[in-house]
């Protein structure tokens, strides 16, 4: 599976998460824009930018690129993303179907790469795990 399927699947695991909390779902024309979606929550726009995560086989961990990808036939480029590009990330992880909720601020501040721990064994949980399912945050 490709990273644009993984891409697009995700997106609808959101939508339909944001479609039975009963919350207005629009979805820009193309992919141009530095959001997914926005949703209207009781007459408020929160701009969402999804996520999908992959699991690292050597880490034991779920990672997510935390930047924007922009191609062209030639190059392939990545930069990060400014805390106005969206209000929140809400970044997938398919094979077990859980979401984690960042606000943008939280999103941009990690280097390149989020790693999520879905493990128990951990001494101490990662801040990470504040997001995880946190869709009260959006509310």
Sequence with gaps: MDTKLKGDIAEQAVLLHALKH???????????????MVFDIDGKFIKIQVKSAWFDESRQNYVVD??????????????????????????????????????????????????????EKRQRKPKSADYREAWWLLV
Excluded: C, Q
């Design 22 to 36: 009963g919350w207005g779902v629009l979805k820009p024309v193309g992919d141009r824009l530095p959001y997914d």
């Design 66 to 119: 935390n930047r924007r990808t922009k191609t062209n036939r030639r190059i392939m480029l990545r930069e990060k993303y400014n805390e106005s590009d969206f209000d929140f990330a809400i970044i997938y992880l398919e094979e077990i179907n859980i979401f984690y909720i960042m606000p943008v601020d939280i999103f941009v501040s990690y280097s390149s790469e989020i790693h999520l721990v879905e493990t």
